[in-house]
């Protein structure tokens, strides 16, 4: 993604002399190796509009993402050779409605819509990964996740994801690395857009900002509650669920993003109940039922149909495909697929899969989340809580386990929630073959 630039340029006194050798000079000049060397220095010259031989020249340039106007001014002070002075300013694309000329500066990243990839690799019977990653909190953990993100571009994930913060509280975090990671990295950003404390005035000011960096992919939540509060209430003008969300983007923007929602196999963590008696539950429940520390909860089967007719609403409203909640019972997600499809439900389903890298963060999401843990993982954590090596080791080839077991269904996609760590991402990866 570029910038463009209305660059004013006047004569610098004594006009007549200086023009007349700067007209001497432009005709010297070849105009083609003029803008190699433009383009070599990150700036493209759209248009050069001369008014007379000592008047103003409006010219329009294209600078390269990141490329800001102090640079360009370094360089053309330079470049017109002390003839000319110019008053440069940044071309509002939102105003103007988009880019003044078709843009020279790019990334393969841009305006791809992820469902036409997905629909590729399925029809061509390749597994393909796609990487999940938060806003740091801090500017050291930021330049962290950038560099880590350069470095895991080299595994071209289909698409990464950028979670939107608890409550709006990192939104601004979330499109500039979605920014970044399309135009520094050309990976192609799927951006979470929550409606906690949104508006629809904020929804469509993130969604200007994704149409003018080619931001073209969403995914369309209703978001956690802010921190400290637990119960998610919706603000005045705004949305009330992940479907209005879909509903909002679909009728305000038509097909010009690529919307993904949020699936849950066990069921949304709000609908999953106590139970005190097993033997109270029916043979497709005991399939969902989540054991822990915190007790026994279920997804009754009556709100499971209800959450699957709402899931198709989403779907229905628009969403491309779905990423799924984290899972560690392979059997629960599979199960999920099979009920997605009986009900109608026939867009892609990506696994969500959760590397396991240290013992507490583990704990506390699946009980957060209510995850069904197996046994065998539940007794494999406590045998290597001790060691953060052991349990990252661990981490490693339970998701490769849970991977194989994906393939082995005919899955395709892997969606790994990357906890913007490369290590056990690439551990999994080289253990299935498919790390570059
Ligand atoms: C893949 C994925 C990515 C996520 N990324 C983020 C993130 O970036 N930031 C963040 O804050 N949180 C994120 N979350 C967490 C998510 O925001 C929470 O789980 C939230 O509580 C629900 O979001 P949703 O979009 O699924 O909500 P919704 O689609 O609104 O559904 C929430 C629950 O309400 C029920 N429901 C809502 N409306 C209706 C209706 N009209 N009729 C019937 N049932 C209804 C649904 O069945 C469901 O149980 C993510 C979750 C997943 C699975």
Known sequence: MS??????????????????SFWAWMSTVDKAAEQEKHIAAGFYNHSFMPT??????????????????GALQAYLDTWTNGFLNQDIKRIDVQLSGGPPFPKHFTSPAADVKIINLINEKIAADEIFVAFEYYPPRTETGVTNLLN??????????MYSDVTWGAGGSTSDLTV????????????????????????????DEALAVCKEYGINNIVALRGDPPAGQDKWEATDGGFTCGLDLVRYIR????????????????????????VKDKSTLSASELTRLVENADGMFVCSD??????????????????????????????????????????GIMCPVMPGIMLIQAYGGFKRMTSLCKSRVPQS??????????SSDDVKAYGMKFGTEVCQALIAKGHKGLHLYTLNQEKVTFGVMEALGIKK
């Not at 880590?148 to 994930?157: F, G, I, S, V, Y």
């Not at 495909?321 to 019972?329: C, E, K, L, S, V």
């Not at 993982?377 to 001790?386: N, Y």
């Open 176 to 203: 500039e690395l979605c920014k970044k990671m399309q135009h520094r990295y050309d990976m192609i950003a799927n951006m979470h857009l929550t409606c906690t404390n949104m508006e629809e005035s904020k929804v």
């Open 52 to 69: 007379g031989k000592t008047g103003t020249i409006i010219c329009i340039w294209e600078a390269k993402f990141e490329v800001e106007a």
């Open 377 to 386: 993982v539940v007794d494999a954590m406590e045998g290597v809580k001790d």
């Open 302 to 343: 009556e709100d499971y149909e209800k959450e699957m007719a709402y899931l198709k609403e989403k779907v229905d409203a628009g969403a491309d495909f779905i990423i799924t909640q984290m899972f560690f019972d392979v059997e629960v997600f599979f199960k999920f697929c099979d009920d997605c499809k009986e009900r």
């Open 148 to 157: 880590r993100c350069e470095l895991m571009a080299t595994q071209d994930p």
């Open 3 to 20: 910038s463009f630039f209305a660059v004013t340029h006047t004569f610098k006194a004594p006009v007549e002399t200086n023009s007349a």
């Open 251 to 274: 009728k305000g923007y038509g097909d010009y993003f690529g919307i993904s929602v949020a699936g849950y196999p066990e069921g949304h963590p709000n609908v999953l109940h106590e």
